[in-house]
């Protein structure tokens, strides 16, 4: 007859098994949950600094003066080709001065830059005057199309002050087109481009401006603990920071 008895190495080797995987298990386990506690304690900081970015880039488009509210809590989600350049959503910010309209402040772009996409940012007051421009985004050539950068140039600031009277505003053109805005040595294009995109914007801004503040607000509501600190010191922080700038 044959031995039928269990292999004692056998049962070692199946409860080694058993052990390594319980370890791997537990092992697995912690990991996975010291990923969701590090998320869950970073994610209010990171989106804090998501929103200290987007604020960021409103004042320096916006006249510090001229409004009181934080634009990140009152805001609205449009899909328009003619006022974004894209026909996903986007936001539009809405700036007050005691709770009356001031200016709305929105991203559009242009895909046809030299080298593709340029992202703006722009703020058109409820006059339709524009009151600052900002390049977001682009791959322009370094030493020639990326005199659109506010760091390299201050062509970007030739916006301010001006308004656009129709979607074939004359003056809304490149020097070289007829228009009043410089073009570059050596990068007519990447101007041309932006001056194009922008005159549609704004002009599309400025008829939509009272549509665009009548709309309900889709931002958050700031918390108490906000308004009376958090963004809105962060927003006094960035008008002083802001203002230090202009007047070095």
Not at 194 to 216: E, H
Request: with cysteine; hydrophobic share 35%.
């Amino acid at each position: 007859m044959s031995d039928t008895s269990p292999n004692p190495n056998n049962r070692v080797t199946l409860l080694t098994t058993r052990k390594n995987a319980l370890l791997l298990t537990a092992f697995a386990a912690v990991c996975t949950l010291f990923v969701a506690l590090t998320h869950l304690l970073t994610k209010p900081v990171i989106e804090h600094q998501k929103q200290q970015n987007v604020l960021n880039k409103l004042t320096q488009v916006l006249d510090q003066s001229k409004f009181d509210n934080n634009p990140l809590f009152n805001c609205t989600e449009i899909t328009d080709f003619e006022l974004t350049g894209h026909s996903s959503p986007v936001t539009v910010y809405r700036a007050t001065l005691d709770s009356a309209p001031y200016a709305v402040v929105f991203q559009t772009q242009t895909n046809n830059g030299y080298n593709g996409k340029i992202t703006m940012m722009v703020a058109v007051d409820k006059n339709g005057i524009v009151q600052g421009v900002r390049t977001l985004e682009h791959q322009e050539t370094p030493g020639l199309g990326d005199k659109i950068e506010l760091a390299k140039s201050n062509w970007i600031l030739e916006f301010a002050g001006k308004a656009v009277e129709s979607d074939a505003d004359p003056k809304w053109y490149i020097k070289k087109d007829g228009g009043q805005f410089d073009q570059f040595t050596g990068a007519t294009i990447t101007p041309r481009a932006m001056v194009n995109q922008l005159r549609g914007s704004i002009y599309r801004a400025t008829q939509s401006f009272d549509a665009l503040f009548s709309a309900p607000n889709q931002c958050e509501v700031a918390p108490e603990s906000q308004t009376t600190g958090g963004l809105s010191s962060d927003l006094e922080l960035e008008q002083k920071s802001n203002k230090e700038v202009d007047n070095e």
